[in-house]
């Protein structure tokens, strides 16, 4: 594929992980809306996401440009519309940690985003082939998904009450 053409496919997907992006978040605030739980208008849109990302691995199963530009667009859109991690952070952070919570979401998404790339070379360095990273990729979306289903429960704020000296615990 020439170089320009190439620039215009890889903007596709980020474009529908965009546009997935903003209709995660319109999805959530309408099923609160319509009296959907907070536990569920948040993870109904994050799990539908992160499932629709797993088709990235279908890339390796394919030859033509345009089938695999058309998984990345499915995959992207749906990361961008399980992309609710901040939402979750203002909606379990205690009033009083508010910048702590934060500041420990983004290290740990910026620890995954510095292992990540390094997991992805060592695949492909080892393989020669990015089946495997593609592999790794879906395979961490599954394992997401299963999370949010199984390991993690009601969202709720965390509520910080004060000891018999006035510091605040959960």
């Given at each position: 594929?020439?170089?320009?053409?190439?620039?215009?496919?890889?903007?596709i997907?980020?474009?529908?992980?965009?546009?997935?992006?903003?209709?995660?978040?319109?999805?959530?605030?309408?099923?609160?809306?319509?009296?959907?739980?907070?536990?569920?208008?948040?993870?109904?849109?994050?799990?539908?996401?992160?499932?629709?990302?797993?088709?990235?691995?279908?890339?390796?199963f394919?030859?033509?440009?345009?089938?695999?530009?058309?998984?990345?667009?499915?995959?992207?859109?749906g990361?961008?519309?399980?992309?609710?991690g901040?939402?979750?952070v203002s909606d379990?952070?205690?009033k009083?940690?508010?910048?702590?919570s934060?500041?420990?979401?983004?290290?740990?998404?910026n620890?995954?985003?510095?292992?990540t790339?390094?997991?992805?070379?060592y695949?492909?360095?080892?393989?020669?082939?990015?089946?495997?990273?593609?592999i790794?990729?879906?395979v961490?979306?599954?394992?997401?998904?299963?999370?949010?289903?199984?390991?993690?429960?009601?969202?709720?704020?965390?509520?910080?009450?004060?000891?018999?000296?006035?510091?605040?615990?959960?």
């Open positions: 594929m020439p170089l320009l053409d190439a620039g215009l496919a890889a903007s997907p980020a474009i529908f992980g965009f546009l997935g992006g903003i209709l995660g978040g319109v999805l959530s605030d309408r099923l609160l809306t319509r009296g959907v739980s907070l536990t569920w208008a948040r993870k109904i849109p994050i799990i539908t996401g992160l499932t629709l990302s797993t088709v990235i691995v279908l890339c390796n394919t030859t033509s440009q345009t089938v695999v530009i058309l998984f990345m667009v499915l995959a992207f859109f990361k961008g519309l399980g992309s609710l901040w939402t979750i379990t952070s205690p009083e940690a508010a910048g702590l934060g500041g420990l979401f983004n290290t740990i998404a620890a995954a985003g510095i292992t790339p390094i997991a992805i070379g695949i492909v360095d080892t393989t020669g082939s990015y089946d495997g990273a593609l790794f990729v879906g961490s979306a599954a394992l997401a998904v299963c999370s949010f289903l199984f390991i993690m429960g009601k969202i709720t704020r965390v509520e910080l009450t004060p000891d018999r000296n006035g510091v605040r615990h959960a």
